[in-house]
């Protein structure tokens, strides 16, 4: 229900709390993997802290101030995108993603990506579409230049992540250029 095709074995649908044991699950599977660039992957640590997290989601998009999305694929749920930020006042909002390991390499991300920047831009009138990550996260640095995006700059010691604060890397895309 409310699926967008990624591919034939993939979509890109809502990730809710009711998906909070299929969430968890995945976690633990991808978590070597997802640990050294995501936060979240540090507080969902079983069922109870998934469904927190994925309620915390649910909540800001009832706010329409974020959203969470899950990709499944052959019907296993293996990464997801989603609005870490969503600022209808400011009309910028950042898209961030994730993948498990074994679904890698085929364009689901960039595919995923491009159906959030148009819903974004296109639907809510997004001006600003902004893509932040580690300097050394060339995978997603490579996603963010598949999109088009320019990077802008580096906030220093920004990020909190293993009790440590990284720089972080902006890379951004305007509607107008998106729209071009
Ligand atoms: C960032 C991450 C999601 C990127 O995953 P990905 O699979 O490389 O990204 P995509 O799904 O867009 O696929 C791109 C790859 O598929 C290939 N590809 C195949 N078909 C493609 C298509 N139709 N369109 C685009 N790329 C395609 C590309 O060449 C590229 O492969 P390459 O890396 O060997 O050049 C993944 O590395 C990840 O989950 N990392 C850990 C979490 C993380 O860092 N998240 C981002 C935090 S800022």
Redesign the pocket.
Known sequence: MFAHPLADDAELRPLEPWHAEEFSAHADRSRE??AP??PWVEVVNDADSARRWLQSYADRQARDEGRLYGIWVGGVLS?GTLFRVFDTRSRTCEV????SPEA????????AARHMIDWAVVERGMTRVEW??LPA?E??K??AR?LGMTREGVLRASFPLRGGLHDTEVWALLADEWTA
């Open positions: 993997h997802l660039w995501l990464g961030g993603v994730w993948l890698r390499g085929r364009g689901l991300i960039t595919t932040r990550t996260n995978a997603s490579a996603v598949r």
